[in-house]
């Protein structure tokens, strides 16, 4: 499993998340962080994937306010514009155009076998749209438009991008090199899949029904100390990682060493013999800690639209230059008349 320590420097990164529901400890954890680490020694491009937030059902106006309200969040969470691009899917036209083309390069099947589809159809069969199946082709060109060598996500996404891959190098043997191959980088300790307060053996997620189990990035400090407070754990009373055994724990453990920069050995060691209740304070006030200086800076980034606005303007200016010249290769190879 390659770890932000192992990522070579200088190297191009990609990754995104999609604006349904709010953003999650989860998703700081998981991806965020390890994406604001990555801006110090490498290229990085960073997307609202807006397009793929279309494959729900969305109230228009929300999904608007969201794109902002995420991108504010990304500045936030130390994805500084000046170390990285920063933009919006649908502001780089060539994200759909790619799409459409390695759809033509991934097989049903390969399509079909996606954990995320098989997961989403079964919670929504109302709308299992084409978007819907057609997913990991959008994230594979959002991924490869950039030559990206590194994709920061949480263990969910591994996956899609995995599939990237595998179009990318399908799509090299068939005409010659043209795409980057893409890996995952996980982050350490665990952090690479954050489990529900309320329920320690499912994801934390944006969408999930129990909003008890997910700490949300706004969240009011009160809110994150009962939501900690309510934490589901064991009946032993010993404070140990053990995943299978203590799943709860586990994860308390696994958030705890994320942000304290310990281990989780060192965790363990630091709690040991200190009760759940001390845990779940100690847990708590340090996401509060972790959460209080990303809601200041999103904060100020939010009352000024224009000024984020102008932002994500130059982001989506930088981020086309470097698309187009992949879109047009990729047209090229495959045979489209160019004039
Ligand atoms: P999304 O928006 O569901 O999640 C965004 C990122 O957060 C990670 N994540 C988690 N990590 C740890 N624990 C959790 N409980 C947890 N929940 C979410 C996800 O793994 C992800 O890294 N399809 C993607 C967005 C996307 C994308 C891409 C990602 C679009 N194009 C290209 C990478 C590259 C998604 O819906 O992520």
Known sequence: MTTTNDAQAGKVVYSALKPTGELTLGNYIGALKTMAALTQRHPCYYTVADLHALTVDNVPAELRRRSLDFAALFIAAGLSPD????????????????????????????????????????????????????????????????????????????????????????????YSPTFTLPECLFPKEGGAKIYSLTEPTGKMGKTESDENGTVFLLDTEDAVMKKFKRAVTDSDGEIRFDRANKPGVSNLLTIYSALSGKTVGEAEAALAGAGYAALKETVGQCVAAALRPIQDTYKTLIADKTGLETILKEGAQKASYAAAKTLNKVYKKVGLLQL
């Open 83 to 174: 170390r990285a691009t920063i933009f919006i899917q649908s502001h780089v036209r060539q994200h759909a155009e790619l799409a459409w083309a390695l759809n033509c390069y991934t097989q049903f099947g390969e399509a079909r076998r996606m954990t995320q589809f098989k997961d989403k159809s079964a919670k929504a069969p109302q709308n299992v749209n084409v978007g819907l199946f057609a997913y990991p082709t959008l994230m594979a060109a959002d991924i490869l438009l950039y030559q990206a060598d590194y994709v920061p996500v949480g263990k969910d996404q591994q996956q899609h991008v995995e599939l990237a891959r595998t179009v990318a190098e399908r799509f090299n043997n068939r």
